[in-house]
């Protein structure tokens, strides 16, 4: 069983370089939504298999055991294994809830923020200028949506290119990406190797947004531009949106740019193999989480004298 455990534990690490390549070979939107969709997976079943090992572990204490009404004791490996192993799941754990719980309250703290400021603005449709020495400009989610730039960032770009970074955050509220990167943040408390590719979710939704944009503008080089414009003039100011508030000047922009001058031709087709690869990781963390959980389920019945071994 210990070495079962395992499985969810350790695949996570082979995720991040396998994000790398899907970026460059997937389309932004499949490689947005397969990405998120792995990393939930590895981070459930890493959540899971932890769990596994900490009930595991309570139940050799007599009082827990006595508790989960034991009649028989319950069969794990040496618990020279288990109970050290449970003990360090037990702080892992622990810690993981502990900075979810704080990211959780500081990214809403500062959505809350986000939103009141914005709300004492006058919009014009969705778009609200906040009287700012700071550039910026992201996309705020909630009802309604609402693009937020601030004056200092409107007065480092011109006309056209104010207009294509409107068409950016558009994009990202059109196509929920906040969900994408909320997902994102929360796989990244359950395992380190998940903060990797939060960091390929979070370009991956970029790269969505910068092709939105460029269909909708009709310009791909002027989505460049206004992008490496933007990003150039936010790099001193130290943003306090929330992280699953996208922005047009987040994640790698040289690679964003370089990405939307290439030919839309010469770009790298969607490849099967590294959807599968992504898959089956997921599948296989998936798999050995359920099989823990069953194994240590019929364990405790057995131990309860309702199933014979």
Not at 60 to 67: E, V
Not at 79 to 91: I, L, S
Request: charged share 20%; proline share 7%.
């Amino acid at each position: 069983m210990i070495l079962l455990l395992l499985v969810p534990l350790l695949v996570p690490f082979a995720a991040p370089p396998l994000a790398r390549r899907a970026l460059d070979r997937l389309d932004p939107v499949a490689a947005l939504w397969t990405l998120t969709a792995v990393a939930l997976v590895l981070a459930s079943a890493c959540a899971a298999a932890l769990g596994v090992l900490v009930l595991t572990g309570l139940l050799k204490i007599p009082a827990f055991a006595a508790l989960g009404e034991l009649v028989h004791p319950l069969r794990t490996p040496s618990d020279a294994v288990v109970v050290p192993a449970a003990t360090v799941a037990a702080g892992v754990l622990t810690l993981g809830v502990w900075t979810l719980v704080r990211s959780a309250l500081w990214q809403f703290g500062a959505f809350r923020t986000a939103r009141t400021e914005a709300g004492r603005r006058p919009a014009a449709g969705d778009l609200c200028v906040i009287d700012s020495p700071h550039p910026d400009a992201y996309a705020l989610p909630g009802r309604p949506h609402r693009i937020v730039v601030t004056t200092a960032m409107l007065r480092s770009l011109d006309a056209a290119e104010r207009e294509a970074l409107f068409a950016h955050e558009r994009a990202h509220n059109r196509g929920g990406h906040h969900y994408f990167l909320a997902a994102a943040e929360l796989a990244a408390q359950c395992h380190p190797a998940l903060r990797a590719t939060r960091a390929a979710i979070r370009l991956a939704a970029e790269r969505a947004a910068d092709e939105a944009a460029a269909d909708a503008v009709g310009d791909r080089r002027l989505i460049a531009r206004a992008i490496a414009r933007a990003a150039l003039a936010g790099q001193a100011s130290r943003a306090t949106r929330p992280a699953f508030a996208p922005a047009a000047t987040t994640g790698p922009v040289p690679q964003r740019v370089a990405a939307l001058l290439a030919s839309p031709g010469g770009r790298p087709r969607a490849t099967r193999r590294i959807a599968l690869l992504l898959t089956a990781c997921a599948v296989l963390s998936a798999t050995a989480a359920t099989a823990d959980v069953l194994t240590v389920h019929h364990e405790v019945e057995v131990a309860q004298g309702e199933e014979s071994r």
